[in-house]
């Protein structure tokens, strides 16, 4: 059984090697398998030098990217939200116990692409887990206000964990909140 072991039937997310199931509003657009093995994923956990693409890292695992249009954000027409599920081999990583520990990790390579932590990482419960969650704000590429969410857990040697991104704390919020769905089976 591999991390990819999964599902997409309707809107309802189902990871077979994790057990979990994610239910989403059909609002967020499932990205096609083809184009995220192609886009590089927020992780990055290990070695700072793998690029972070499927393909080139075996160990990483863009397992479900789903998008969103926010209309009329700031001076652009559109902001588009995100949600990453992704998946990361840190049984090679002795330093990682946790998903405090990839949290910790994460924020210090997102802070050279300038978001800064915008409160302290905390531990939460999705469905039956426990994670750890670090909020980030920033600006994106074309210099709109950018909000960023992760949430960590380690499982099975792997760091699993949602990063979301919107436009503002409202809209965070109401992402977050779709996180309350994830069950376990």
């Known amino acids: 059984m591999s991390p990819r072991d999964s599902s997409l039937d309707g809107n ?26 192609q886009r590089v994923s927020p992780s990055r956990l290990g070695n700072p030098i793998d690029s972070g693409t499927n393909s080139a890292n075996k160990n990483l695992y863009n397992l479900l990217t789903l998008e969103r249009n926010f209309p009329g954000h700031g001076g652009i027409k559109d902001f588009k939200g995100a949600i990453w599920l992704i998946a990361e081999n840190v049984s090679p990583e002795p330093t990682i116990k946790s998903g405090k520990e990839c949290l910790e990790r994460l924020t210090i ?75 376990s089976f």
């Open 12 to 37: 309802v997310y189902t990871n077979f090697f994790f057990r979990i199931r994610y239910p989403f509003s059909a609002s967020w657009v499932p990205e096609l398998a083809t184009n995220q093995l």
């Open 109 to 183: 390579r997102a802070q050279s692409n300038r978001p800064e932590p915008t409160r302290e990482l905390q531990q939460v419960k999705l469905g039956d887990k426990d994670f750890f969650r670090q909020d980030l704000a920033g600006a994106s590429p074309t210099g709109a206000s950018m909000h960023e969410t992760a949430f960590f857990t380690l499982t099975k040697g792997y760091a699993l964990g949602f990063v979301l991104t919107g436009p503002n704390e409202q809209a965070m919020t109401n992402i977050v909140a779709t996180l309350e769905k994830l069950e």
